[in-house]
T-cell receptor
């Protein structure tokens, strides 16, 4: 089993819709969870972090964490064409301090 | 501008050549990391330095060495480049593990 798994996509949604991105992880000891956005040819940028079970909202973004199910998700409300990017889920590696293991990313395409 | 600076941005090497990728951060971060990103493979951890004076292997360390020169700088060295090391390399740093700041990347081609 891969440490962090994401559907590669592409996930296509119309402008204004809700985009739902999912991620599962294998190490139950992981405590820190992150979502990064990466535009083509650019470096990843942090958009959300979550550490406790439940939801965390920041503007149009909501991160959801369920440690019992080892599941993290990201919801993007009112999706815009500028949200079209690859979204990377990252989870800390408990044996390696703050080192993160990344999923392969989900490509999101928002059509106008 | 505060952030993570990587040099060079682009590099072409011949098989067997050596080079060092430089990374410096000015945010007083404790921990620094090197990742490589390949199509379909995502970001894979090469080496990391949890604090000044320490370095540890990540998922794919073979063929690489690192040096944490001081708190600001963390370099990645390819001693004998191979075509399999063609990739985009990212350096990142964090203060307490509350999310990374990434550099702009180095695109390396080994021919």
């Amino acid at each position: 089993q891969k440490e962090v798994e994401q559907n590669s996509g592409p996930l296509s949604v119309p402008e204004g819709a809700i985009a739902s991105l999912n991620c599962t992880y294998s190490d139950r000891g992981s405590q820190s969870f992150f979502w990064y956005r990466q535009y083509s040819g650019k470096s990843p940028e942090l958009i959300m972090s979550i550490y406790s079970n439940g939801d965390k909202e920041d503007g149009r973004f909501t991160a959801q964490l369920n440690k019992a199910s080892q599941y993290v998700s990201l919801l993007i409300r009112d999706s815009q064409p500028s949200d079209s990017a690859t979204y990377l889920c990252a989870v800390n590696k408990p044996q390696a301090g703050t080192a993160l293991i990344f999923g392969k990313g989900t490509t999101l395409s928002v059509s106008s | 501008n505060a952030g993570v600076t990587q040099t060079p941005k682009f590099q072409v090497l011949k098989t067997g050549q050596s080079m060092t990728l430089q990374c410096a951060q000015d945010m007083n971060h404790n921990s620094m990391y090197w990742y490589r990103q390949d199509p379909g493979m995502g970001l894979r951890l090469i080496y990391y330095s949890a604090s000044e004076g320490t370095t540890d292997k990540g998922e794919v360390p073979n063929g690489y060495n690192v040096s944490r020169l001081n708190k600001r700088e963390f370099s990645l060295r390819l001693e004998s480049a191979a075509p399999s090391q063609t990739s985009v390399y990212f350096c990142a740093s964090t203060f307490r593990g509350d999310g990374y700041t990434f550099g702009s990347g180095t695109r390396l081609t080994v021919v």
